[in-house]
Protein backbone atom coordinates (compact mmCIF):
# COMPACT_ATOMS: atom_id res chain seq x y z
CA UNK A 1 0.00 0.00 0.00
CA UNK A 2 1.47 3.53 -1.19
CA UNK A 3 0.34 7.10 0.06
CA UNK A 4 -0.93 7.53 -3.61
CA UNK A 5 -3.52 4.67 -3.16
CA UNK A 6 -4.46 6.53 -0.01
CA UNK A 7 -5.06 9.49 -2.23
CA UNK A 8 -7.19 7.90 -4.63
CA UNK A 9 -9.39 6.04 -2.06
CA UNK A 10 -9.70 9.71 -0.02
CA UNK A 11 -10.53 11.15 -3.47
CA UNK A 12 -13.32 8.79 -4.67
CA UNK A 13 -14.54 9.01 -0.69
CA UNK A 14 -15.11 12.32 -0.57
CA UNK A 15 -16.94 12.92 -4.14
CA UNK A 16 -18.94 10.16 -3.82
CA UNK A 17 -17.87 9.29 -7.33
CA UNK A 18 -14.89 7.47 -9.20
CA UNK A 19 -15.97 9.73 -12.03
CA UNK A 20 -15.36 12.78 -10.09
CA UNK A 21 -12.55 11.61 -8.56
CA UNK A 22 -10.67 10.88 -11.50
CA UNK A 23 -11.24 14.35 -12.89
CA UNK A 24 -9.87 15.48 -9.75
CA UNK A 25 -6.80 13.91 -10.03
CA UNK A 26 -6.09 14.25 -13.14
CA UNK A 27 -6.43 10.50 -14.04
CA UNK A 28 -8.88 8.24 -16.40
CA UNK A 29 -11.72 6.38 -14.77
CA UNK A 30 -10.58 2.78 -15.68
CA UNK A 31 -7.18 2.60 -13.61
CA UNK A 32 -8.55 4.28 -10.39
CA UNK A 33 -11.76 1.67 -10.36
CA UNK A 34 -8.58 -0.68 -10.79
CA UNK A 35 -6.40 1.03 -8.00
CA UNK A 36 -9.16 0.89 -5.52
CA UNK A 37 -10.36 -2.30 -6.25
CA UNK A 38 -6.29 -3.46 -5.41
CA UNK A 39 -6.40 -1.77 -2.30
CA UNK A 40 -9.84 -3.69 -1.55
CA UNK A 41 -8.22 -7.42 -2.46
CA UNK A 42 -4.90 -6.15 -0.42
CA UNK A 43 -6.94 -5.52 2.66
CA UNK A 44 -9.58 -8.00 1.98
CA UNK A 45 -12.77 -6.29 2.89
CA UNK A 46 -15.13 -4.10 0.82
CA UNK A 47 -14.57 -0.21 1.23
CA UNK A 48 -17.98 1.03 -0.97
CA UNK A 49 -21.37 -0.14 -0.76
CA UNK A 50 -21.37 -1.46 -4.65
CA UNK A 51 -24.17 0.13 -6.58
CA UNK A 52 -25.18 2.76 -4.07
CA UNK A 53 -26.18 6.29 -5.62
CA UNK A 54 -24.44 8.30 -4.52
CA UNK A 55 -21.29 5.98 -3.69
CA UNK A 56 -21.11 5.33 0.21
CA UNK A 57 -18.75 3.58 2.36
CA UNK A 58 -18.86 0.37 4.19
CA UNK A 59 -18.45 0.67 7.92
CA UNK A 60 -15.46 -0.47 7.38
CA UNK A 61 -14.69 1.68 4.55
CA UNK A 62 -15.41 4.73 6.84
CA UNK A 63 -12.45 3.74 9.19
CA UNK A 64 -10.45 3.20 6.82
CA UNK A 65 -11.18 6.76 5.77
CA UNK A 66 -10.67 8.71 8.76
CA UNK A 67 -7.32 6.67 9.01
CA UNK A 68 -6.06 7.82 5.66
CA UNK A 69 -7.43 11.39 6.12
CA UNK A 70 -4.77 10.91 9.01
CA UNK A 71 -2.03 9.30 7.28
CA UNK A 72 -1.78 11.98 4.21
CA UNK A 73 -1.94 14.96 7.24
CA UNK A 74 1.03 13.29 9.28
CA UNK A 75 3.04 12.75 5.75
CA UNK A 76 2.33 16.54 4.44
CA UNK A 77 3.67 17.52 8.07
CA UNK A 78 6.62 15.79 7.74
CA UNK A 79 7.06 16.95 4.65
CA UNK A 80 6.69 20.73 5.38
CA UNK A 81 9.47 19.58 8.30
CA UNK A 82 11.99 18.27 6.52
CA UNK A 83 11.85 20.90 3.87
CA UNK A 84 12.44 23.74 7.26
CA UNK A 85 15.43 21.50 8.12
CA UNK A 86 16.86 21.19 4.58
CA UNK A 87 16.55 25.45 4.38
CA UNK A 88 19.88 26.87 3.66
CA UNK A 89 18.64 30.29 5.04
CA UNK A 90 19.89 30.21 8.74
CA UNK A 91 16.22 31.94 10.59
CA UNK A 92 15.30 31.05 13.98
CA UNK A 93 11.58 31.43 14.12
CA UNK A 94 9.66 31.98 17.62
CA UNK A 95 6.53 31.95 18.34
CA UNK A 96 5.60 33.33 22.24
CA UNK A 97 2.31 34.28 24.18
CA UNK A 98 2.15 38.06 24.47
CA UNK A 99 2.49 38.16 28.46
CA UNK A 100 6.03 36.84 28.37
CA UNK A 101 6.75 40.21 26.62
CA UNK A 102 7.01 41.49 30.56
CA UNK A 103 9.41 38.95 31.31
CA UNK A 104 12.62 37.89 30.81
CA UNK A 105 11.79 37.00 27.17
CA UNK A 106 13.18 40.33 25.65
CA UNK A 107 16.34 40.07 27.44
CA UNK A 108 16.55 36.15 26.39
CA UNK A 109 16.31 37.12 22.96
CA UNK A 110 18.79 39.96 22.99
CA UNK A 111 21.43 38.19 24.40
CA UNK A 112 20.63 35.12 21.61
CA UNK A 113 20.83 37.76 19.23
CA UNK A 114 24.17 39.10 20.96
CA UNK A 115 25.88 35.53 20.74
CA UNK A 116 24.53 34.37 17.78
CA UNK A 117 24.86 37.37 15.01
CA UNK A 118 24.52 34.73 11.94
CA UNK A 119 21.01 34.03 12.49
CA UNK A 120 18.01 35.79 11.25
CA UNK A 121 15.49 35.58 14.45
CA UNK A 122 12.16 35.95 14.44
CA UNK A 123 9.43 36.48 16.60
CA UNK A 124 5.12 36.03 16.11
CA UNK A 125 3.02 36.36 18.63
CA UNK A 126 0.60 33.44 18.72
CA UNK A 127 -1.09 31.47 21.58
CA UNK A 128 -0.04 28.17 23.19
CA UNK A 129 -2.55 26.18 21.50
CA UNK A 130 -1.82 28.01 18.13
CA UNK A 131 2.24 26.93 18.65
CA UNK A 132 1.90 23.73 18.67
CA UNK A 133 0.18 23.34 15.17
CA UNK A 134 2.65 26.12 13.85
CA UNK A 135 5.55 24.16 15.16
CA UNK A 136 3.91 20.61 13.42
CA UNK A 137 3.62 23.14 9.88
CA UNK A 138 7.49 24.11 11.03
CA UNK A 139 6.33 27.76 10.39
CA UNK A 140 7.94 28.42 13.59
CA UNK A 141 10.99 26.70 15.38
CA UNK A 142 9.91 26.96 19.01
CA UNK A 143 7.53 28.44 20.84
CA UNK A 144 6.91 30.16 24.82
CA UNK A 145 3.98 29.58 26.20
CA UNK A 146 2.24 29.06 29.19
CA UNK A 147 -0.04 26.10 29.09
CA UNK A 148 0.27 22.26 29.26
CA UNK A 149 -0.59 21.25 26.06
CA UNK A 150 0.65 17.63 24.81
CA UNK A 151 0.87 16.90 21.17
CA UNK A 152 2.75 13.07 20.35
CA UNK A 153 5.40 15.13 17.48
CA UNK A 154 5.57 18.31 19.97
CA UNK A 155 8.56 18.05 23.05
CA UNK A 156 7.40 20.58 25.36
CA UNK A 157 10.18 21.92 28.97
CA UNK A 158 9.32 23.88 31.72
CA UNK A 159 11.37 26.31 32.13
CA UNK A 160 10.47 27.47 35.62
CA UNK A 161 7.39 28.33 37.55
CA UNK A 162 6.23 31.94 37.80
CA UNK A 163 4.07 33.18 41.05
CA UNK A 164 1.43 35.10 40.64
CA UNK A 165 0.24 38.04 41.82
CA UNK A 166 -3.10 39.72 42.76
CA UNK A 167 -3.40 43.19 40.98
CA UNK A 168 -5.77 45.78 43.09
CA UNK A 169 -6.58 48.99 43.51
CA UNK A 170 -4.59 50.89 46.12
CA UNK A 171 -7.70 51.92 48.27
CA UNK A 172 -8.90 48.29 48.22
CA UNK A 173 -9.41 46.48 51.51
CA UNK A 174 -6.56 43.93 51.29
CA UNK A 175 -4.17 46.30 49.92
CA UNK A 176 -3.05 47.00 53.57
CA UNK A 177 -1.88 42.98 53.38
CA UNK A 178 1.51 43.56 51.57
CA UNK A 179 2.71 40.58 53.03
CA UNK A 180 0.08 38.74 51.16
CA UNK A 181 -3.20 37.08 50.29
CA UNK A 182 -4.55 33.51 50.11
CA UNK A 183 -6.99 33.25 46.85
CA UNK A 184 -9.72 31.95 49.36
CA UNK A 185 -9.61 35.81 50.53
CA UNK A 186 -10.62 37.00 47.07
CA UNK A 187 -12.81 34.33 46.19
CA UNK A 188 -15.87 37.06 46.51
CA UNK A 189 -14.14 39.86 44.61
CA UNK A 190 -15.20 41.10 41.33
CA UNK A 191 -12.14 39.36 39.05
CA UNK A 192 -10.74 40.23 35.50
CA UNK A 193 -9.61 37.50 33.30
CA UNK A 194 -8.07 38.01 29.94
CA UNK A 195 -7.59 37.35 27.49
CA UNK A 196 -10.84 36.46 26.08
CA UNK A 197 -9.59 34.20 22.68
CA UNK A 198 -8.19 32.03 21.69
CA UNK A 199 -9.33 29.06 24.25
CA UNK A 200 -6.98 27.33 26.38
CA UNK A 201 -5.71 30.56 27.58
CA UNK A 202 -4.17 32.55 30.56
CA UNK A 203 -7.77 32.71 32.12
CA UNK A 204 -8.50 29.32 31.42
CA UNK A 205 -5.75 28.57 33.72
CA UNK A 206 -6.81 30.66 36.46
CA UNK A 207 -10.26 29.26 36.41
CA UNK A 208 -8.48 25.50 36.76
CA UNK A 209 -6.25 26.87 39.59
CA UNK A 210 -9.47 27.79 41.45
CA UNK A 211 -11.52 24.86 40.64
CA UNK A 212 -9.20 22.49 41.79
CA UNK A 213 -8.09 23.77 44.95
CA UNK A 214 -12.28 23.93 45.67
CA UNK A 215 -12.79 27.60 45.21
CA UNK A 216 -15.72 29.06 43.22
CA UNK A 217 -15.50 32.58 42.21
CA UNK A 218 -18.56 33.67 41.19
CA UNK A 219 -17.85 37.08 40.20
CA UNK A 220 -15.72 36.72 36.91
CA UNK A 221 -15.55 38.73 34.09
CA UNK A 222 -13.13 38.29 30.85
CA UNK A 223 -11.54 40.96 28.94
CA UNK A 224 -9.64 41.17 25.84
CA UNK A 225 -5.79 41.70 27.06
CA UNK A 226 -3.73 42.28 29.97
CA UNK A 227 -3.24 46.05 29.66
CA UNK A 228 -7.36 46.44 29.66
CA UNK A 229 -7.71 44.43 32.76
CA UNK A 230 -5.03 46.60 34.66
CA UNK A 231 -6.74 49.26 32.97
CA UNK A 232 -10.25 48.52 34.55
CA UNK A 233 -8.33 47.67 38.02
CA UNK A 234 -6.70 50.88 38.20
CA UNK A 235 -9.91 52.68 37.64
CA UNK A 236 -11.39 50.48 40.87
CA UNK A 237 -13.72 48.06 39.31
CA UNK A 238 -12.25 44.98 40.70
CA UNK A 239 -9.19 42.84 40.63
CA UNK A 240 -6.55 40.79 38.23
CA UNK A 241 -5.00 38.37 38.76
CA UNK A 242 -1.37 38.30 36.81
CA UNK A 243 1.82 36.79 36.84
CA UNK A 244 4.83 38.04 38.84
CA UNK A 245 6.51 39.77 35.88
CA UNK A 246 3.51 41.86 34.80
CA UNK A 247 4.06 44.09 38.09
CA UNK A 248 6.42 46.04 35.05
CA UNK A 249 2.98 47.83 34.43
CA UNK A 250 3.24 50.52 36.26
CA UNK A 251 -0.39 52.61 36.70
CA UNK A 252 -2.04 55.15 39.12
CA UNK A 253 -3.23 53.75 41.70
CA UNK A 254 -2.51 50.06 40.83
CA UNK A 255 -1.16 47.88 43.41
CA UNK A 256 0.69 44.09 43.36
CA UNK A 257 0.26 41.72 46.06
CA UNK A 258 1.66 38.32 46.14
CA UNK A 259 -0.49 35.26 46.39
CA UNK A 260 0.16 33.16 49.23
CA UNK A 261 -0.58 29.30 48.10
CA UNK A 262 2.10 27.50 47.06
CA UNK A 263 -0.05 26.27 43.38
CA UNK A 264 -0.54 30.26 42.66
CA UNK A 265 2.12 29.86 39.68
CA UNK A 266 1.77 29.97 35.99
CA UNK A 267 4.50 27.35 34.46
CA UNK A 268 6.12 28.65 31.23
CA UNK A 269 7.26 26.31 28.55
CA UNK A 270 9.53 26.12 25.49
CA UNK A 271 7.98 23.89 22.88
CA UNK A 272 10.08 22.62 20.29
CA UNK A 273 9.84 19.50 17.18
CA UNK A 274 10.30 16.35 18.73
CA UNK A 275 13.19 15.44 17.09
CA UNK A 276 14.87 18.99 16.50
CA UNK A 277 18.25 18.82 18.51
CA UNK A 278 20.15 21.82 16.58
CA UNK A 279 22.76 23.55 17.49
CA UNK A 280 20.92 26.63 17.52
CA UNK A 281 18.33 25.43 19.66
CA UNK A 282 20.56 24.10 22.39
CA UNK A 283 22.07 27.59 22.23
CA UNK A 284 18.87 29.15 22.75
CA UNK A 285 18.69 27.02 25.58
CA UNK A 286 22.26 28.19 27.00
CA UNK A 287 20.81 31.65 26.42
CA UNK A 288 17.66 30.77 29.00
CA UNK A 289 19.74 29.57 31.45
CA UNK A 290 22.63 32.24 31.12
CA UNK A 291 19.52 34.93 32.00
CA UNK A 292 18.00 33.10 34.44
CA UNK A 293 21.31 33.10 36.55
CA UNK A 294 21.72 36.29 36.07
CA UNK A 295 18.37 36.99 37.67
CA UNK A 296 18.99 34.68 40.40
CA UNK A 297 15.67 32.63 39.17
CA UNK A 298 15.67 28.92 40.52
CA UNK A 299 15.30 26.21 37.81
CA UNK A 300 15.71 22.77 36.95
CA UNK A 301 17.90 22.73 33.66
CA UNK A 302 16.21 20.48 31.14
CA UNK A 303 19.13 18.35 28.99
CA UNK A 304 19.28 18.86 25.38
Same mark, same amino acid.
Not at 105 to 124: A, D, S, T, W
Not at 230 to 238: C, F, H, K, S
Not at 244 to 249: C, K, L, M, Q, V
Not at 261 to 277: G, H, Q, T
Given at each position: ?????? $???? +?????? /??????????? +? !????????????????? !????R????????E????????????LS?????K??T? $??????????????? /??L =??????????? $?? !??????????E?????????L???RI???????RI???A???????????????????????????? =?L???????L?? =??????????????????????D???????????L +????? +??????????? /?A??? !?????? =???????????????????????????????????????????Y? $????
Amino acid at each position: MELRHL $RYFV +AVVEEQ /SFTKAAEKLFI +A !QPPLSRQIQNLESELGI !QLFERGSRPLKTTEAGQFFYQHAVKLLSNAEEIKTMTK $RVGLMEKTVTMGFVG /SLL =YGLLPKIVYMF $RQ !QQPHLKIELVEMSTKDQIQALKEGRIDVGFGRLRISDPAIRRVLLREEPLLLAIHSSHHLSTQAAGV =YLSEVEDENLFL =YPIHPKPNFSTQVRQIFSEHGLDPKNLKEVREIQL +ALGLV +AAGEGACIVPE /SARTI !QLPNLN =YIPILDDFAKSPIFLAMRNMDESEDIRSLFDCIYQVYDLEGFLYD $RAII
